[in-house]
Every structure is written in C-alpha cells, then in structure tokens.
C-alpha cells in the first residue's frame, strides 16, 4: 500500500503517527487517553487504547482530503439516510488502512487475545436491516473509489433494540451503545445548525408592496454534528459520515424561565434533547408518528444547511448547485428535503419558482426500497400542518403545478390525476411521499432488477409514461471488504495460497480464477475444510448463546434477516415440522443431519412476527431435548442478530434460505453475503435472487416455487389456502401438530394467530401454495449435500462468481450514470 505524506504535516513528516509502531501508540493511549496502567487495564481499556491508535492513523488521511475536496471546489455526493447500519470498525478500519496484520500483532505481544479483545466493541446498530446496511456497504465504496461523498444522518442515542429471549419470546432491551463511549466519533460543535419547526405562515408585504408568506412563532432546535470517519480500501480517501444530535438552543426556554416556571423550562429543554434519542424500530413498515417526521425533518434541514454552508464557501451562483451536489435520497423517509431545499431557495433566497424548480430537480435522485404497500410513507395533511406548515403549503404548489402538466399530457383523465397526485383524497387526506420524491427527482431507481421493472409496471405505470427514462435500476451490492476480507480469514488464507491476486478485495471479479481449481480435488477438500473450521467456530457460538450443541458436520441450514411474513420464516418453521415427523414415523430413514440456524428481530409492534419467533423456539425446544432426533436435526434461534453476528453466522453457512414470497423481497443484500461465502441459495425468483441464478446458472443454485406471474394469477383467480391444506396430508398435518398445544403444553392456543394467517386469514404470502414445492426442493438440496465434490463445486462456483454483487459496481453505477461524479484522488 503506497502512501503519500499528509499534507497537514509536510516537511515534518517524521513526526506522523503514523511513522510511530502502534504497540507504542496503544500504549501511549492507555496511559494517557484512559489514563489506566497496563497491569490494571481491562480487556475493553486495550480495545479502547487500539481502537484510538487506529484513529490516529485514519485522521491526518481524513483532514487531507477535506483540504483536497474543498481546494479544488469538487462536485461531491450527498447521500441522506435515516439509517446506517455500520457494525464494528476496528477490524474493518484496521484492513482499509492496511494495518491489520501490525495491529493483531502487536496486540499477541502485549500478551493479549486478538478476537478478545475485538470482541468488547459494541455494534453501531444505528438501523433495522437491508436499508441501513446497504448505506454502510455504500460509505465503503465511495471511499475505496475516491468518489467525494458525504453521508448524512441521526446520531441516535439508542440503535435498534438489543434482543433477548425469555421462555422463548422475545424481549427488548435499549441499545446502549455509547454507555461507555465511542472511538471513532469527532465531535464538530463548530458545524452545529439551528432549525426552525412548528409556528404558522403568515402573509406580510417587503419594501416593493409584494407579498411573502413567512414562518413565524417557530420552535427551534439545534443539531450538533458528530462525524465518523471512513477508511478507503488501500487508498488514502477518508470520506466521513455526518450524524445530527439534538439539543435544545438557549433562547428556546428563556421565556418560561424568566417566567419563573423552571421545571417547564427544563422540561421544554428535555423536548429537543428527544428527537436523536432512539431509532424507531420498524422495517418495511411506515410509521405515523409525530416524532418520526420531527426526526426526518431535523436531519434533513441540518444536513441541507450543512450542504448550502459548504457550497456558499466557494461559489457564488445557486443555478450552479446541482453542479456540485448531488443529493441521493435513500428511500423517501429524507424526500422532505425537496420541500426544504425548494423552501430556501425561495424564501431565503428569494429566486423565483420556475428557477427554484429547475435547481431542485437537477438536484436530487430517489432510491425506492420496496412495493409493499405497508411501507410506502404517508403522512396525514393535518400533522404535515402541525410540524412543517410552510412545507405542507410548498407540497401543494408542487403538487398543483405538476397537476397542470399531467392534465395537459392526459386530457380529461381524472383517474390518472387521482393516481399520480401527491395528495391522497378521502376522509383523511395524505402526503404520498413516494410521489413527492418521484416528482423531485432527476433519476428513480430500484435496488434489483426485476424490481426496477415492477416499479414501472406496476406500481408507477404513468409516473413512467410520463417521465419516459426517469426509472432505471442499480442492482444492490455489498462490501468485499467486510463480507469476506474481515469476517472469512480462513478462506482469504487459501486464496493467498493459490495465488489468487491480492487486488480482488477492490476487483471481486477477479474471484472468478477460483474456477480454475474445480476438478483439484485437494483445492476443493481445502475450501470444505476452511467451510468445515468456520462451523465448529459457529458451534461454539451457538453453545455459548443457546446452550444447544451441534454437529459441525451437520449440513447448517442459515436463515438470518429481520423477521417478517413476507420473509416467511414460518415457511422453514413447516419444513423443520414435516422433517420431524419424518424422522419419528421413519426412524431408520437416510437422512441428511441438519442444523437450522435462524437469527431475526421481530419490531416490537408486530405481533405475528414476535408469535413465529416463538413458536420457532417452541418447536426448536423440543426438537433439541428429543432423544429421537439425535445426530439428524438441531434448531438454534440465536438471539441479538446484528452485524457483528452476523460476521460469524455467514462464514459457517452451508445453506442460504432467501424464500421470500416472490415479488416483495426488493433486492436481498443477505443473499450476497452467504453466496460470496460459498452457501448455496434455496430461493424463490425474487429480487436479487434472479441475478444470483444468472450469475452461477442454474445448476448451482436451488430455485422453487411461484414467481411473480403466478403469483399474481393467483390473486385475480382467487387464492384459497385451504386448497392447499386439504390436499396435502404432510403440510395439513404439520400445522395441526403446530397448533396442536404439543409445543406449548401451557397454552395450547399460542399459535393460533400463525394458524389463522395461514388459513382464513388467506395467506397473503402464499406460504401453504409453495410449501410442496419448497419440500421437494430441500429434497434436492439434501441430494446434492451428500455428494460432497458436488456440493464442494458449487460452493466455489457461488464464491467465485459473486463479483457483480461488490458495492464498488453498484456505486460505479451510480456515479456513472446517475451522480455523474468523476473520482478525485487525494
Ligand atoms: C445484510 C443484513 C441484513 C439484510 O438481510 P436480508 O437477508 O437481505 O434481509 C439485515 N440485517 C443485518 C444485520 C445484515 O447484516
């Protein structure tokens, strides 16, 4: 890795951190960061001293590259996201800035444990799954490709909640982490923005006798930036990820104060210090709550000032905005910000509409994340009143005008004015934010290919037909870097040993030389053993957190995302039932031995979801205590999934379970990661799946059951469940047994809701018409497992061909073709 001096320390370059041995330098932190001996320190005291020994050598790289960015006034992206789903850093900072090997050592010299003390870092779980997650696989390629960027969001005081199981449920715990403290936060109270909410709009006249609505009686809060770093892959890039605290602003309590009510004062001041407290815990799911959209508009009006503050620094003409930034908006929980950037600039700034408009839309680009219904965001009219009066006003201009152009284009055409307003009529009226974002933007994309196309066809025909190229698709990716270069040592190991470049961590394709090596049988058993090393580490978790043993030559059967039906985690729930029964009416069948491994967080609010983890673990309790099931199935729902499980949960994967109902998953970025590991997928034709297929063909991957046309012939045909149930003895008498009280001998209804979703609740997710075929399907899967080379080949033949599935081609894409954002070496 060659690295330049920084420019901060030029002409004294020796006295950079960075020359210094970083045992000195974690020792040098111990004694005078934590001010602790090195006898007396803990092992979260030696995590700490690293932890800010790396920094140190992360910093001076992040300080030059602003001095690079804003001296040659680049063109820079904005990314804003509600969440980020970034993990632990240590291990990841310490390979981007190629210090890894150094660190680990200097730490066995110290007469420490490596994965000990790694192990003391706390996630930073500041998001619920895929969304967050891509963010994060996002801020690690735009670095690692010298693309100036930006990330924008929440410093939420309590990330998503940390989840326990008791007698089998799940109980939520706050996310504490910052109790102790973070490393790689800096905080820049320098940068802080006061934003104004509330009030009303009135009318007033300036000097030359115009009228102007101004907001008036405002409340105020402020936003105090905390900036977290981040590392290119082996180059000197460190972009940084700015999140928003909240905190009230002095004059706001002056009033009650003087007034003699300090508790209201106080009280009041608590107010502001609540919107960055905690993330709302939802996936997939819009959220109508007050706090949600004070949340959403904080971030976006800091971040926006944040941006306009930067972009008045060096240029004076605001019909040149969109030429130096470019704001991607992830999902619309930020689309308020093209009401706000169109409120600056017309208020604040006084340019007139159409050049306001033209400014915005050349301005932004939306990403949409999902079709479900559920979780398309709208918000009520009156509360959109309430929080942002001046906003709901803009919305309706908006909204007037873009009406004015449809009509034009569909004369007499009600029923497509109704379809594409950005105002729902009916009793209470909502703000569809998709359709604001869609109308705000330059460019709309999907995250998969054949949802990209769903969008279109489905759920925005005419929004399509009337902005003919505005819908394009940039299949998700995920980050070799963390998804294979920091949790898989073991199988980089073997590529090193046969000679596998060391440049695919940055080319992914490159991986694709590991074909070369499908009939070297001592290659193939070398990628099974460090397969077969990875499980038993797994097992050791799984002993640890559960309590149950298992074999790590067992086949381990991984299903690990948040929980939903649409994920159909009851659908694996009725394969383990129906392989149960198999085994106790036919104890001396051939069987292929099973592990299932499950890790999922239900959102608090949804009962269902809570309900199939629990009877997940009903079942997986008495199937574990089973003296007949010895040697040929274990159920193991281990608790807490995050990142950071997830790092050792997918190494040790042998199967991939991405059996969502086909047409609602969007993309799947979990799929990626155990693929890129050497799992095989069992999967439905949805989301990124198909691109899965067409990448490794057909022999490598199991595919089953309905895809999207059938499925929507289904629902015009009129879908009945019990069909299904009546005509197959082994599905009908899995869910009776389910439901039978046998798994919860205390309360033989608890899985009725399950029961009732299933059947008269008429299965939305067609969970009982894929069942056979997902039956069948497992079948072939437990074929293919017992014919070890077989199984070897396709493992290495997913791993090696994973490289269109890297973040850094997803984000070259977007640079390219909707950022139009040239890279700038530091
Ligand atoms: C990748 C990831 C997800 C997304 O998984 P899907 O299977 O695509 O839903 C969710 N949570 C965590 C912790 C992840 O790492």
Known sequence: MSKKSSLLSDGMVNRTVSEQNIKESILHHLRYSLVHLPEQATPRDWWLALSLAIRDRITDDMSDTQIVHNRDNVRRVYYLSMEYLMGRMLIN???????????????????????????????????????GRLAACFLDSLATLDLPAIGYGIYYEFGLFKQEFQQGKQVEHPDTWLKYGTPWDIIRPEYSQTIQYYGRVE????????????WVDTRSVMGVPFDIPVAGYDTKTVNFLRLWSSHSTEDFDLEEFNKGDYVEAVRSKAM?????????????????????????????????????RRFEKMNSNWTSLPEKATIQLNDTHPAIAIAELTRILLDDKHLDWDTTWDIVTRTFAYTNHTLLPEALEKWSVGLFEKVLPRHLQLIYEINHRFMGEVAQHWPGRNDILQALSIIEEGDHKMIRMAHLAVIGSHTVNGVAALHSQLLK?????????????????????????????????????????????????????????LENFLDDTVFLDAFMAVKHQNKVQLAAIIQKECGIEVDPSALFDVQIKRLHEYKRQHLTLLNILTLYRRVLNNPDMNMVPRVFIFGA????????????????????????NDPRTQGKLKVAFLPNYRVSLASHIIPAADLSEQISTAGKEASGTGNMKLALNGALTIGTMDGANVEILEEVGPDNIFIFGLNVDQVQDLDRSGYNPHHYYHQDSELKAALDWLCSGHFSPHNSHAFDDIRYSLLDGGDPYKVMADYRAYMDCQQRVSDAYQDRPRWARMAVINTARMGKFSSDRTIQEYADEIWKLPAHSV
Not at 282 to 298: I, P
Not at 608 to 621: F, G, P, S, W
Request: net charge negative.
């Open 93 to 131: 900072n310490a390979h981007n800035i190629g210090v890894y090997d150094d660190a680990k050592q200097a730490i066995e010299e110290l007469g420490l444990d490596w994965e000990q003390i790694c192990d003391e870092e706390m996630d930073m779980g500041l998001g619920n799954g895929g969304l």
């Open 203 to 214: 009318t007033v006249f300036d000097s030359a006798g115009n009228a102007r609505p101004v």
């Open 272 to 308: 502001g210090e609540t919107i960055s407290k905690v993330l709302y815990p939802n996936d997939q799911n819009a959220n109508g709550k007050e706090l949600r959209l004070v949340q959403q508009y904080f971030f976006v009006a800091c971040s926006l000032a944040d941006i306009l």
């Open 457 to 513: 066809t489905d759920l925005f025909p005419h929004f399509d037909q009337f902005y003919p190229g505005k819908f394009t698709n940039k299949t998700n990716g995920i980050t070799p870097r963390r998804w294979l270069l920091n949790c898989n040592p073991g199988l980089v190991d073997l590529f090193k040993q046969y000679g596998i470049n060391s440049e695919w961590p940055k080319h992914l394709e490159h991986l694709r030389k």
């Open 601 to 624: 967080k239900a959102a608090p609010g949804y009962a269902l979801a809570k309900n199939i983890i629990y009877a997940i673990n009903a079942v997986a309790e008495v199937i574990n």
